[in-house]
């Protein structure tokens, strides 16, 4: 018998169960009298246990001690238990400790053997003649125990860790060159750059209002980054760990990635019980493993089709290794994906180890720590500035510290090999099944292979002449920190650099100790070691993130044209402002003063044309560094923000340039640097000096007043904080603080209390995840610029988030409007430049450091862009605002229609995401107008990504009779469209400027439905002017229409109060029946929209190959339901009881129909029958009708393909008294019912997609008269020649139109203008109805319990939706003469009765 172990019995399992069963049924048989009861399961089972003891004394007592083949090696006799060996000294203490001990205490030549649980042996290498043996010259005859596998290769999959013999092999040659140096000194910048957002949130996040010391558990830190590292350089992907750790990506990862308790005992049962019964246990830890594990797969997976598509496009990749192995072809994207698992399973906790113990070590040992961070600052002054692989690997005590560290603490303690045949090690028989221990942390501490110091952690032993790779070790195998050899760690140069940037960073930002200098470290057992309890430190920031020049010199910000001369670019002036690095600077608005804050707490005024100091303000209290200022000219008050969290704000009573009223000058302070004359700094704050304007002294010092306090406004650090003017409903100027934080987080303050109740917050708006480094503002929009690269844009108005942008890599610290444009500066140097609509027109490198500062200026008609770096210097740009120059011109006095031009110049399409900003910009353009009439208006968000909701409120003028409300319900969003390409004409100009021609003005949304919403808002306008709006009228103004109305009815379901209660309704949206006849419509038709889908779950099939006549085929199926839905004449609609609910004809309705044709008769003579005319009206307005309009199958298919799945979309056009509801639900269950009868084992899926009721008007109402009685004396019927002049006017524009016919949705199919003379005229709008729907008007009907009314402007060739959208001049004008007199009228007679109403309309 070979080696004794878990797998051999394992193996021997299923042998005795057979066995005990044979021996069973035989003695059973044969000599009953000696089995249990003659029973062959009992006597099976006892034969069973009886061979188990008997190899359980074999095993443990015999073999081990009288036949094992290693029984000769020197053996360890310390705490040798007869059952357990040494088993208690291995659990007991931490991975390696004990073999540490035996390696120095157990006389050996390279070997030596000792006991694990159940006396398994086990054979420690001592030597590196043994070492070199197992792991390089006979490497492929010792593998990673199978056991100890099977658990984590479920999850991992068969990357390079766990993978054996030729796939190994094969594997290993594909990814070494992905690991080389080439490749790992690109990835050095991902290194710093994570490495100091780790101490940048460490700083934001644990020392936040704690200064100057804090405590912070730097292994779940290290966690953290490492986690993010290895996504980033691995595979490209960032967990953004740092930021947010309860992501549910990284959740996911770290419940795969960090073992829980009950995966380790799982991993124990293993020795016991068979691993696919534990695997299948069905706990919970397994199904989470699992799920968790297909989740990480699936999005590593979807990594390698992302990276593939670039390389598709012929993109560079990110240079992170799996792209470099992808781009290799070696590997398929399963492999890829088992190596992604791999990498970060095997390079994630090891370097979180290595730096938590760098950061213990580095605190054992202060003087090491002070030599290194002297090192690392005069290599890297500031954690912004960028470094390289020859920067970070030309530091030698960095190396030094970190090689020892390695050495020390090996992240890897112990891990095993099993001999897979016969063999042996320095010439010691070794049998196949043996399990050796290769154990970094008692070689890396040899005395025998580092001397006598090898207890000693001495970073200098790296330090000697020729021992930088060595540490001075006689052999290469005593450092086995990443073993050696084929299988040692592919990842050394990778963990080695990244290791080295934590270090750095963190040694370069804080001084750190111990928070319990006593404590015992516990180390926690595992794969890694680390301290059980983590590794609590002390930490105190010695690096502030400043303009790196360290030097307190102001370089000029917003008074950038003050100090350096634009013409010629010198620079004028240059003042020491403060102690250290100047923070935040700003200019007031008159430009005459200058206000300076930074890190000495300080905030500086100046006078912008001498460069003289007047004030210096002090805080009472211990702020901190002071990030930001700002200075408002209407209160005379100047605002900082703190790192303390605080705002602060002083208020001048005039500062004028000679000589401040305010004696406040400063007592005692315990602040670090007030008292102090540091190099460079402020000699006291106090002085009255009288020095030229070169330094930082002389002016007034001032102890703001407590009062003007407040703590704690936010939760972490204020970066930025700007003023805003017009937040305010009450319409005036008095401004807004505008402050953001180093969590995310920006506040809106009012200042208008100042004096009694200090700022008072307003609003809150939050990143998350981010810093918010810088703002800006441009009515209506906030622009926040974020640590992670991203622009995020918010309507201030209706405090949405607009749009989120990446800008770059590195975080935006400047960000800058210029015109309709803006510019983000970023950490690493670039500036970006966005358009008004948001698309990235371009990026460049502007400076070699961080930008610090941007400033807009002109010389001459150029515009520049000014920016500032900690490269030390300022850089100018001219800057093309092409987008400026594409926005359109206001070029005519009538104000309707010049609103207009500017209306439909926002392209407002709700489904494109690139129109956003137009959406919000158009809703805010529209919100204005409304406010400079008169109304009282918010913005209401249905949610974040949908554009806002318009509510405007007009009140009825004083002398107004009865004040009933009227809602008008309308959307600015449009369908999109395209400009004519490559001569195929489509429109006649841009379809986003208006263009007037022949009488009508063309533009997208110009009918449909800005014209008559501007119409209905002019229309007010007059009368709010002239003190006669009859009822009070609340706009409500959607954005999403054409997108389905997302959002519309819950918001207006949660703002009802807001709205309050609504007598009338009235929508302009529809259109006539011709382009003569004025119409008033009073229904619509309702809709549903359902798709069908049936899919037979199996792949495509080949019908020669695999069509059979008894099969169904989805597609097959699908038709067979689309025909038993319209019957077989395919005009029936066949879902049962669908037509019951049709009202039926009356007599006056008919009769009504007749009329209507009656009147178009006359002057249409292409009606050549009037009643088939009638029929059709009927058909579309009072009939529903089923439309099938697309059947598809997923690819294209060839002639033989029987495809997997067919998908129809068809919609149900319904009519009163049908209900959307019940005729959505009756379609439903009659497709799945006739499905059923098809007996067809495809499966099928009916999803209804949209609905809307069908909506009959109040015709007799009041609001339906007055609009007729308007439109009559709108459109003074009696003078017919009066509208025909259709084509009659030249265009008043110099556009030619190309001769294209206007075409597209029309009401009818009458000829545009028809032939009426004044006879034929009629003499009063036709009352119609229309087959479309529009879903909100019977909700909002339901809603307010309010009747609502049509009136359509349009004409029936307006082409909306189509090329050429248009809307005759003439309709505009009259249609808000019509709304006019509705608005003055409505609500004057309180008894409403239908006056001179003409009979024709009885419906
Ligand atoms: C300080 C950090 C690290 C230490 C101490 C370390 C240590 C080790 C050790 C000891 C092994 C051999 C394990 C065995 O054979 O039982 C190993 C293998 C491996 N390591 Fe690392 N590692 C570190 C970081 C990394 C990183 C960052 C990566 C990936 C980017 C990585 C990828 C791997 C892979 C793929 C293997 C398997 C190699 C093979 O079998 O061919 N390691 N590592």
């Not at 003050?562 to 003042?575: F, N, V």
């Not at 300022?874 to 309707?896: G, K």
């Not at 400027?993 to 008559?1012: A, E, I, M, Q």
């Not at 395919?1130 to 049709?1142: C, E, K, L, N, T």
Request: charged letters at 20%; aromatic letters at 10%; proline letters at 5%.
């Amino acid at each position: 018998m070979g080696m004794v172990g878990p797998t051999s019995f394992w193996s021997s399992y299923t042998f005795w169960t057979g066995s005990s069963i044979a021996a069973s049924i035989l003695a059973v048989n044969t000599v009953p009298q000696y089995t249990i009861g003659q029973s062959i399961a009992k006597t099976a089972t006892a034969i069973f246990f009886a061979q188990w003891l008997v190899y359980l004394i074999y095993a443990v007592l015999l073999y081990p001690r009288y036949f094992s083949p290693l029984r000769h090696l020197p053996t360890v006799k310390e705490g040798n238990h007869p059952i357990m060996g040494q088993w208690f000294a291995i659990a007991g203490e931490p991975s390696g400790e004990p073999m540490r001990r035996w390696l120095n205490t157990v006389p050996n030549d390279g070997l030596v053997r000792y006991f694990g649980m159940f006396n398994r042996e086990r054979v420690l290498l001592t030597s590196p003649k043994a070492l070199a043996e197992v792991l390089n010259t006979k490497n492929y005859e010792f593998q990673r125990p199978q056991f100890l596998l099977r658990g984590i290769m479920r999850i991992l999959g068969v990357g390079l860790l766990l993978s054996e013999g030729d796939d190994h092999k094969y594997q290993r040659k594909g990814l070494t060159p992905a690991f080389a140096f080439r490749h790992i000194k690109e990835l050095y910048p991902v290194f710093w750059s994570k490495s100091r957002e780790m101490v940048k949130t460490i700083e934001e996040v644990e020392l936040v209002q704690k200064k100057p010391n804090v405590e912070a558990e730097i292994g779940g830190w290290a966690s953290r980054a490492a986690l993010d590292i290895i996504g980033v350089g691995g595979m490209g992907q960032d967990f953004n760990s740092l930021a947010d750790p309860n992501t549910e990506l990284n959740k996911t990862y770290r419940s795969v990635f960090s073992p829980s308790r009950q995966a380790q005992i799982l991993g124990l049962l293993q020795f016991f019980i068979p691993a696919w019964i534990v695997e299948n246990l069905p706990i919970k830890r397994n199904g989470d493993i699992m799920a968790a594990s297909k989740l990480a797969r699936d999005t590593s997976f979807q990594l390698v089709r992302q990276k593939k598509e670039q390389m598709a496009r012929k993109e560079q990749l990110h240079p992170d290794i799996i792209s470099i192995a992808l781009e290799s072809g070696q590997f398929t994207d399963e492999k890829l994906v088992d190596n992604m698992m791999t990498f970060l399973a095997a390079g994630h906790e090891t370097t979180a180890s290595s730096l938590t113990w760098a950061a213990y070590m580095l605190s054992k040992h202060p003087e090491v720590q002070t030599r290194l961070r002297q090192e690392v600052h005069e290599h890297i002054p500031s954690l912004n500035n960028e470094i390289n692989d020859t920067l970070i690997d030309g530091m030698p005590y960095l190396h030094a510290v970190c090689q020892e560290v390695l050495r020390f603490y090996s992240p890897v303690p112990v891990t095993l090999r099993e001999a897979v045949i016969n063999t042996s090690i320095q010439g010691h028989y070794v049998p196949k099944g043996s399990v050796i221990m290769l154990c970094p942390w008692a070689i890396n501490r040899s005395e025998e292979l580092w001397g006598p110091d090898a207890g000693e952690f001495n970073p200098d032993r790296w330090m000697k002449p020729g021992t930088a790779n060595s540490g001075g070790a006689t052999s290469n195998y005593a450092f086995l920190t990443f073993l050696h050899g084929p299988r040692g760690c592919i990842g050394q140069k990778f963990a080695t650099a990244e290791m080295a940037c934590l270090v750095a960073a963190l040694v370069g930002k804080f001084e750190f100790e111990q928070t319990y200098p006593d404590e015992e470290i516990i180390i926690k057992g595992g794969i890694t070691a680390r301290p059980k309890n983590g590794m609590r430190l002390n930490l105190k920031v010695v690096e502030c993130v400043g303009d790196g020049s360290g030097e307190g010199v102001l370089i000029q910000k917003s008074a950038l044209d003050q100090a350096w001369s634009l013409e010629t670019y010198d620079q004028l002036a240059r003042i020491r402002a403060h102690h250290q690095s100047v923070l935040g600077l700003n200019l007031s608005q008159d430009r005459n003063l200058l206000f300076s804050c930074g890190v000495d707490s300080v905030v500086n005024v100046w006078d912008s044309s001498s460069l003289r100091r007047l004030y210096s303000l002090h805080s009472p209290f211990e702020v901190g560094d002071i990030f930001c200022v700002a200075y408002s000219q209407r209160l005379k008050t100047v605002f900082s923000g703190a790192q303390n969290s605080s705002i602060q704000w002083h208020h001048f009573v005039s500062p004028t340039i000679d000589g401040p009223a305010e004696n406040g000058v400063p007592t005692s302070r315990k602040h670090r640097f007030f008292d102090s004359l540091g190099p460079g700094g402020v000699p006291t704050a106090h002085s009255n000096g009288t020095e030229g304007p070169i330094r930082a002294i002389g002016g007034q010092a001032i102890t703001i007043s407590p009062a003007c306090y407040k703590a704690y406004a936010h939760k972490s650090y204020i970066y930025s904080m700007i003023l805003a003017k017009g937040l305010l409903e009450d319409g005036t100027d008095q401004e807004v603080l505008i402050t953001a934080d180093g969590k995310g987080t920006i506040k809106l303050w009012t200042t208008g209390a100042l004096g009694d109740a200090g700022l008072q917050l307003l609003h809150k708006l939050k990143s998350k995840g981010s810093s918010v480094l810088n703002l800006a503002y441009k009515a209506p929009f906030l622009y926040a610029g974020l640590s992670n690269g991203q622009a995020h844009i918010y309507n201030l108005i209706s405090q949405q988030l607009v749009q989120k942008l990446d800008a770059c890599d590195t975080g935006i610290t400047q960000i800058q409007i210029l015109g309709s444009d803006f510019f983000c500066g970023a950490n690493g140097g670039s500036v970006t430049h966005f358009d008004h609509r948001y698309a990235k027109l371009k990026s460049w490198q502007a400076h070699k450091g961080k930008i610090l500062a941007t400033a807009t200026s002109k010389v001459g008609s150029r515009k520049l862009l000014v920016t500032g770096g900690n490269d030390n210097s300022i850089a100018f740009w001219s800057v093309t605002n092409e987008s400026d120059q594409a926005r359109p011109q206001t070029n005519t006095n009538d104000e309707l229609f010049s609103s207009l031009r500017q209306f439909v110049s926002f392209r407002t399409v709700a489904k494109n995401p690139a129109c956003v900003g137009d959406c919000h910009e158009a809703a805010d353009f529209l919100r204005k107008l409304c406010n400079a009439f008169g109304a009282q208006t918010s913005l209401i968000s249905p949610q974040d990504n949908l554009n806002p909701l318009l509510l405007a409120t007009f009140e009825a003028s004083i002398h107004a009779k009865r004040r009933k409300t009227l809602l008008f319900y309308g959307h600015y969003d449009v369908v999109d469209a395209q400009e004519s390409k490559d001569g195929a004409a489509t429109w006649y100009t841009d379809p986003f400027s208006l263009h007037p021609l022949n009488g009508y003005l063309y533009g997208r949304g110009v009918t449909d439905n800005k014209g008559p919403i501007l119409a209905a808002l002019y229309a007010i306008a007059e009368l709010v002017q002239d003190g006669d709006l009859g009822c009070n009228i609340v706009f409500l103004i959607e954005g999403d229409e054409e997108a389905g109305s997302r959002g519309f009815m819950k918001a207006v379901q949660e703002h009802k109060a807001e709205i309050g209660a609504v007598d009338y309704i009235l929508l302009s949206n529809s259109y006539w029946l011709d382009d003569h006849v004025p119409c008033l419509t009073f229904g619509m038709r309702g809709v549903v929209h359902a798709s069908v889908e049936v899919t037979s779950g199996k792949p495509d099939q080949h019908s020669g190959m695999d069509g059979k006549a008894f099969q169904h085929e989805p597609l097959k199926d699908l038709t067979v339901l689309l025909a038993s839905l319209i019957g077989p004449s395919g005009m029936d609609i066949r879902i049962p009881a669908f037509h019951d609910s049709v009202d039926p004809l009356q007599p006056s309705e008919l009769r009504a129909y007749k009329g209507i044709a009656t009147s178009l008769v006359a002057g249409h003579p292409e009606i050549k029958n009037e009643d088939a005319f009638t029929q059709s009206l009927m058909q579309r307005w009072r009939e529903p009708n089923l439309t099938v309009h697309s059947i598809t199958v997923p690819e294209t298919k060839t002639a033989v393909t029987i495809s997997s799945r067919a998908k129809a979309t068809l919609s149900v056009r319904i009519v009163p008294s049908q209900k959307a509801d019940e005729i959505a639900s009756s379609l439903r269950t009659f497709l799945e019912e006739r499905f059923e009868y098809l007996q067809s084992r495809n499966s099928i899926k009916v999803s209804i997609t949209a609905k809307a009721d069908p909506w009959l008007g109040r015709v007799h109402s009041e609001i339906y008269e007055e609009l007729r009685e308007a439109i009559i004396e709108a459109w003074s019927f009696d003078a017919s020649s009066h509208r025909d002049f259709a084509g009659s006017q030249e265009p008043s524009s110099p556009i030619i139109a190309p001769n294209i016919r206007v075409r597209g949705r029309r009401a009818s199919a009458l000829s545009s203008a028809g032939t009426f003379t004044a006879a034929s005229t009629p003499h009063e709008p036709l009352f119609i109805r229309e087959g479309g729907s529009i879903p909100a008007i019977s909700f909002l009907e339901r809603e307010f319990d309010a009747p609502a009314a049509m009136f359509p402007m349009g004409q029936a060739s307006d082409n909306a939706h189509l090329d050429n959208e248009r809307m005759r001049v003439e309709n505009l004008y009259k249609g808000r003469d019509v709304l006019k007199m509705l608005f003055a009228r409505l609500g004057r007679s309180t008894n409403f009765s239908i006056r001179n109403r003409a009979s024709t309309i009885t419906i």
